[in-house]
């Protein structure tokens, strides 16, 4: 079992920058592709973000690229989004979610993830 945590949301004003963090317990994230998801009020979860298990592959949602950047460190157990440029559509609540896919593997479905955080709120103001 791998324990999520996510931190680091709040309220922000359009154009600032958000640094959340996603802390792993239980086990190494290590094995782990780890990804990023949003959910918005009435709406379904969607796809931010994924980084592989080696942390040298990536693949981002086109509405946050450019803005955003995932890292992990697999030693602290910890993955990272970087918010830059901030938009009031950005507005959700986080995920971070860790699956069991392959090196060759960048997912973006829900349904493909087998662990979740509780998530942390996002408000971006105008």
């Known amino acids: 079992q791998v324990q999520l945590v996510e931190s680091g949301g709040g309220l922000v004003q359009a154009g600032g920058s958000l640094k959340l963090s996603c802390a792993a317990s239980?086990?190494?994230?290590?094995?782990?592709?780890m990804g990023w998801f949003r959910q918005a009020p009435g709406k379904e979860r969607e796809f931010v973000v994924v980084i592989n298990y080696t942390g040298l592959s990536t693949y981002y949602t086109d509405s946050v690229k450019g803005r955003f950047t995932i890292s992990r460190d697999n030693a602290k157990n910890t993955v990272y989004l970087q918010m830059n440029s901030l938009k009031p559509e950005d507005t959700a609540v986080y995920y971070c979610?860790?699956?069991?896919?392959?090196?060759?593997?960048?997912?973006?479905?829900?349904?493909?993830?087998?662990?979740w955080g509780q998530g942390t709120q996002v408000t971006v103001s105008e």
């Open positions: 979610a860790a699956g069991a896919h392959g090196s060759g593997s960048l997912r973006t479905r829900p349904g493909e993830y087998d662990y």
């Open positions: 239980g086990r190494t994230i290590s094995p782990y592709a």
